[in-house]
């Protein structure tokens, strides 16, 4: 809906910075219910607001007290502002501007958002790295380092040990860990990246 009206563009991950918008400020008016953005499972511990991806103990009254929406799901900006290093191109899948539904290899088979928690006090919106974690007990897939290190999102696996992720072309679908960080002959994620050069 976001890309039909904006000439198949992906939905960004944000715009602006303090105080700006984050891709779940910019789905709701498509969706008219905020629920979508919280995973029934999700314990209170995984909540963080939007806009700036902060979690909910981060205030006083939760996000509601601050007009920010409450979520459990991050994007996946995994291959943000990264060069291949064989072709030189630029991989990006949310860049800036960010790029058409077309630039896609497989709308299919690449990763949109799913399952996350909130773990620190960064941009847990969006989860820019495939390192496996641990988080709460749970496997988790982020950003490398104690904690998912630089302040990035986490996905968690919540549900079975597994993911519920949203594929590009809107269909939902769960994974283990071993699906999701199956890797093109490339070396890049299968899932979470374009898998050839633009």
Request: proline share 5%; net charge negative.
């Amino acid at each position: 809906m976001y890309s039909s009206d904006y000439d198949e563009t992906i939905l960004p991950p944000a715009l602006g910075s303090t105080g700006g918008q984050d891709w779940m400020d910019l789905l709701v008016p498509y969706s008219k219910a905020k629920d979508i953005l919280v995973c029934p499972s999700a314990p209170a511990s995984h909540y963080f607001c939007s806009t700036q991806g902060l979690p909910e103990t981060n205030w006083a009254g939760g996000c509601a007290s601050v007009s920010k929406l409450r979520a459990t799901y991050a994007i996946n900006n995994v291959y943000y502002n990264t060069t291949n290093p064989v072709s030189g191109q630029d991989e990006w899948v949310f860049q800036t501007p960010p790029i058409v539904l077309s630039k896609l290899e497989s709308t299919a088979n690449t990763i949109f958002a799913g399952d996350a928690m909130a773990w620190g006090s960064g941009n847990n919106y969006q989860v820019s790295g495939v390192a496996v974690q641990n988080l709460a007990g749970l496997p988790a897939i982020g950003w490398g380092g104690a904690q998912g290190g630089s302040g990035q999102g986490q996905f968690v696996a919540r549900h079975s040990q597994g993911f519920n992720f949203v594929l590009f072309d809107g269909h939902v679908k769960w994974f283990n860990m071993g699906t999701a960080l199956q890797k093109a002959a490339n070396g890049y994620y299968y899932y979470f990246a374009r898998t050839q050069s633009y």
